[in-house]
């Protein structure tokens, strides 16, 4: 069973940049869409990004659009999750996941069934 381990988290202000990154344990990402998903205070965890394993294709949650970009390194078998132009309501707890069915992602929680522990994003404003 793969494990998931994020990192790259922590404060950053309003219009900052980050890098979050997933590595695995157990297994190898790129035979996995791999999702990114975030989970705000007092909210339900939502879909930000994800990257199909078939053909590496992406797809964004509209809140995201233009400002992040979730990418693959197999040599270093991470994926990626570049936060660009950062607003406060990007604060939350970042969390990978893999989903071991498919080979096309979709943001949706459900078909992810390995996941991280998560990693803290505040955004100051």
């Known amino acids: 069973q793969v494990q998931l381990i994020e990192s790259g988290g922590g404060l950053v202000q309003a219009g900052g940049s980050l890098r979050l990154s997933c590595a695995a344990s157990?297994?190898?990402?790129?035979?996995?869409?791999i999702g990114w998903f975030r989970q705000a205070p007092g909210k339900e965890r939502e879909g930000v990004a994800c990257?199909?394993?078939?053909?590496?294709?992406?797809h964004y949650a509209d809140s995201v659009k233009g400002r992040f970009t979730i990418s693959r390194d197999n040599a270093k078998n991470t994926v990626s999750l570049q936060m660009n132009s950062l607003k406060p309501e990007d604060t939350a707890f970042y969390y990978c996941?893999?989903?071991?069915?498919?080979?096309?992602?979709?943001?949706?929680?459900?078909?992810?069934?390995?996941w991280g522990q998560g990693t803290q994003v505040p955004v100051a404003s």
């Open positions: 996941a893999a989903d071991p069915d498919w080979q096309l992602c979709v943001l949706s929680i459900s078909t992810y069934k390995y």
């Open positions: 157990g297994g190898t990402l790129a035979s996995y869409p």
């Open positions: 990257i199909s394993s078939r053909d590496s294709s992406t």
